[in-house]
C-alpha cells in the first residue's frame, strides 16, 4: 500500500486486500469495545489530522485505521469523533512533559491528534509505534464520541508485545491487535463498537429516538471551509438559543433565537458573523441554550 493512498482513502479493505502473510481481522462476538483509563496525558485542544507524528520523528512508522459501529456490530457511526494520543519512541508524552524528540516543527501537539469517522464509520491516521511508558504495554489512547454525546475511553495494544502477558490479555479483552508489515511500516487494525443502539446511530434523515435530554451533536463537516451542519435534539417545545463564540468566549453571531417544537432540528453556519463578514480561521464554539440547559461543542473554520 502507498502511504499516500492510505492518507487519501483511510480505508481498512485498501491496504487490507494486500496482507498475504496474516489475517489482520479475528472473528469474534458482538462485544462493546472493553473500556480503559484515559490516564494523565489527555489534552481537549488536540487538532483535527490524521498524521499524527512529525515526518522527523523517531521510531518505526504505524498505520491504524478501523471501523466505528454501534453495538449490533453492524451499523456504521458516522461523524464520531476518534482522538488518539500517544507517547512517542522513548516513553515521553507531548503537551505534559518535555520530550527530546525530531520534531522539527516544534509542533506542541505531535503525536495527538482527533479525526471524524466517514460514512462507513471508518478512521484512518498515521503516527509512530510507540516506546513503553512506565511497566506498561505499548499502547495507543482512545476517546471515542458518538454524535448523539456518547463517550469511550479506551486503549490499545500489540500482539507479541512481551510485556502483554496473559492476565494483561485477559483484562483487556478485544483491545490487543496484530500487526503486519506494510511497505511504509507497521499496519493494523482497531475496530471499535460503542454501546449505542443502531437506531441512534442513524444518519441521512433516519428516525432517531428523541432524547430524554436535550442533546447537541458534533457539526458537520469539522473542521469546514464553507459551511457546516449544526444539528440538536430538544425534549420539549421551548425557547431555543444557539450562538457561535470564539475560543475566548466572545459572541460571534446568533444561529437560533426561536422557539422551536420536540425533535431534532439542524441549521448551517457559513463562518459569518453578525455584520455579515467572513470569520478568521481557528477554532469556535457553537453554545446551545434550551430550559436552563446549556451544552457548547468546538468547531474549526479553515478557509
Given amino acids: 500500500m502507498k ?44 487538532p483535527y489530522r490524521i498524521i499524527l507524528a512529525n515526518s522527523d520523528e523517531p521510531g518505526t512508522r504505524i498505520f491504524i485505521s478501523g471501523t466505528v459501529k454501534a453495538n449490533d456490530c453492524e451499523t456504521p457511526i458516522q461523524n464520531g469523533v476518534v482522538d488518539v494520543w500517544h507517547a512517542n519512541d522513548n516513553g515521553c508524552y507531548t503537551v505534559f512533559q518535555e520530550c527530546d524528540t525530531g520534531n522539527s516543527d516544534d509542533d506542541p501537539y505531535n503525536l495527538r491528534g482527533k479525526m471524524l469517522t466517514n460514512e462507513n464509520g471508518e478512521y484512518a491516521f498515521e503516527s509512530i509505534w510507540p516506546g513503553y511508558y512506565a511497566t506498561r504495554p505499548k499502547h495507543f489512547h482512545y476517546k471515542i464520541t458518538t454524535p448523539n454525546g456518547l463517550e469511550l475511553v479506551t486503549q490499545c495494544y500489540f500482539e507479541g508485545d512481551p510485556q502483554v502477558t496473559e492476565q494483561w490479555e485477559a483484562d483487556h479483552p478485544g483491545q490487543i491487535i496484530p500487526l503486519g508489515e506494510g511497505e511504509n511500516g507497521l499496519i493494523g487494525i482497531f475496530d471499535i463498537v460503542m454501546d449505542e443502539e443502531e437506531i441512534q446511530a442513524g444518519i441521512n434523515g433516519e428516525t432517531v429516538p428523541l432524547p430524554e435530554k436535550p442533546v447537541l451533536r458534533q457539526a458537520y463537516p469539522n473542521p469546514f471551509n464553507n459551511s457546516t451542519r449544526i444539528e440538536f435534539s430538544i425534549s420539549g417545545p421551548g425557547h431555543v438559543s444557539i450562538g457561535i463564540y470564539d475560543i ?8 437560533v433565537e426561536n422557539h422551536l417544537s420536540n425533535g431534532t432540528h439542524s441549521f448551517n453556519w457559513k463562518g459569518i458573523d453578525a455584520t455579515g463578514n467572513p470569520v478568521s480561521s481557528g477554532s469556535y464554539l457553537v453554545v446551545l441554550k434550551y430550559a436552563g440547559f446549556t451544552a457548547s461543542k468546538k468547531i474549526v473554520f479553515l478557509k
Wanted: charged share 25%.
Fill in 3 to 46: 502511504r499516500r493512498q492510505f492518507i487519501k482513502t483511510g480505508l481498512v479493505g485498501t491496504f487490507a486486500a494486500g496482507m498475504t502473510s496474516m489475517s489482520l481481522l479475528k472473528g469474534r462476538d458482538c462485544d462493546t469495545t472493553n473500556p480503559d483509563i484515559l490516564g494523565p496525558y489527555w489534552s481537549e485542544d488536540h
Fill in 248 to 255: 475566548k468566549g466572545k459572541w460571534i453571531t446568533s444561529i
